[in-house]
């Protein structure tokens, strides 16, 4: 059984700053993308920052300058560093990964909890 657990969401003022982590764990043979989508209860649930196995990044035009995603390989970790937040980037963050399990030959997306960030004016 492989699980995703994040943390780090709260409430934070206009202008500051919030750090996302999201752990798989389980019996992972291996992670291939990892990324981060968030959703508010009027929109569908959109992709905002995503890195491949080898740490190449793509970001959604809304974040790009402000947030930052990053991986620990090692911890089985993804990270996103928001900066610069504003009352428009509240909204529930999922993680998402795609993890082949020991003894599979395929990979599987699997999605975190999500975790409520909101931005205070």
């Known amino acids: 059984q492989v699980q995703l657990v994040e943390s780090g969401g709260g409430l934070v003022q206009t202008g500051g700053s919030l750090r996302l982590s999201c752990a798989a764990s389980g019996s992972i043979a291996s992670i291939n993308a990892m990324g981060w989508y968030r959703q508010t209860p009027d929109k569908q649930r959109d992709m905002i920052a995503s890195?491949?196995?080898?740490?190449?990044?793509t970001y959604a035009d809304s974040v790009k300058g402000r947030f930052t995603i990053s991986r620990d390989n090692a911890k089985n970790t993804v990270y996103l560093q928001m900066n610069s937040l504003k009352p428009e980037d509240s909204a529930v963050y999922y993680c998402n990964a795609l993890i082949r399990y020991s003894g599979s030959t395929y990979f599987q997306e699997y999605w975190g909890q999500g975790t409520q960030v909101t931005v205070s004016s």
């Open positions: 890195i491949t196995s080898g740490a190449s990044t």
